[in-house]
């Protein structure tokens, strides 16, 4: 499996994603926002797209797939539940679904609902495991809820799926919110020295060739991994006096999800 990750250099900050079977040449293109990134890469890679795939139905995730359809003639894949929301789509995704590109690559449809209610995150199973998470996950971070999704469902997705993966697993988020992330884990945890250290390291970062963190690192560093952590849970009791001693991990995700939201 060969990934490229690709620089949008937009005002929302957009990654998208080829997925190439090194043996035939076949492409996925996720989120190809920036249509003309995204064909001019495969062409310099000898690639042929042959699938589009919406991890939901954002406007700055769907905005690319008509010109590069138009361009290819590729099949386009999302969630099941977004055909009315995603005009054209040809095959609607449920959890546990394979998505194959050539010969050698599979990938794992998860169904991840919170940031919208029709978001699938892709699994590779590899030596190297990769997951593709749109706006579910970020790095440092966690996908906001305004626009049709649900924080309580984030958490179960946080909870219940993608703190359960490999740590060895790579993480290919939707944006490059890194930075700022950062900041909020350390407004949050301001003993956190690895989110420190990090914070130092990727100032200023060229995001045509990111930081690409591992799920081991994101719970480390992402406060929205960090639910026991005695020292978030001091800093969120300063927020919300009402916070029970022990409060339980949904809580102080929802809480902290609250407090991102206006940060």
């Known amino acids: ?21 090194p043996q035939t040449g076949e492409a996925l293109a996720i989120d190809p926002l920036d249509h003309e990134k995204c064909l001019a890469r495969a062409r310099a890679r000898g690639w042929t797209i042959t699938q589009v795939l919406n991890t939901h139905e954002h406007g700055d995730h769907t905005g690319g797939n008509a010109a590069v359809i138009r361009a290819t003639g590729a099949k386009l894949l999302a969630h099941h539940n977004a055909r009315a929301r995603i ?72 909870s219940a799926q993608l703190a359960k993966l490999p740590d060895a697993t790579r993480v290919f988020p939707g944006h490059d919110y890194i930075e700022n992330n950062l900041r909020f884990t350390l407004s949050r945890e301001p003993d956190n020295a690895r989110a420190a250290r990090l914070l130092e390291a990727v100032r200023g970062q060229n995001p045509d060739a990111p930081l690409v963190s591992t799920l081991a690192l994101e719970k480390e560093i992402n406060t929205f991994f960090r639910l026991r952590s005695p020292s978030v849970i001091a800093r969120l009791r300063e927020a919300f006096p009402d916070l029970p001693d022990e409060p339980d991990e949904e809580t102080v995700f929802l809480r902290l999800r609250e407090l991102r939201n206006k940060w």
Request: charged share 15%.
């Open 1 to 21: 499996m060969i990934v490229e990750q690709i620089w949008t250099a937009n005002a929302y900050r957009n990654f998208n994603y080829l997925i190439a079977c």
């Open 87 to 158: 005009p054209g789509m040809d095959r609607g995704l449920s959890a546990g679904d394979v998505v194959k590109v050539g010969r050698t690559v599979e990938l794992e449809v998860l169904d991840t609902p919170g940031h919208t209610m029709s978001h699938v995150c892709l699994l590779a199973h590899a030596d190297a495991p990769a997951l593709f998470c749109g706006d579910t996950l970020f790095n440092a971070g966690a996908g906001n809820c305004h626009n049709g999704g649900h924080p309580r469902e984030l958490y179960r997705t946080f």
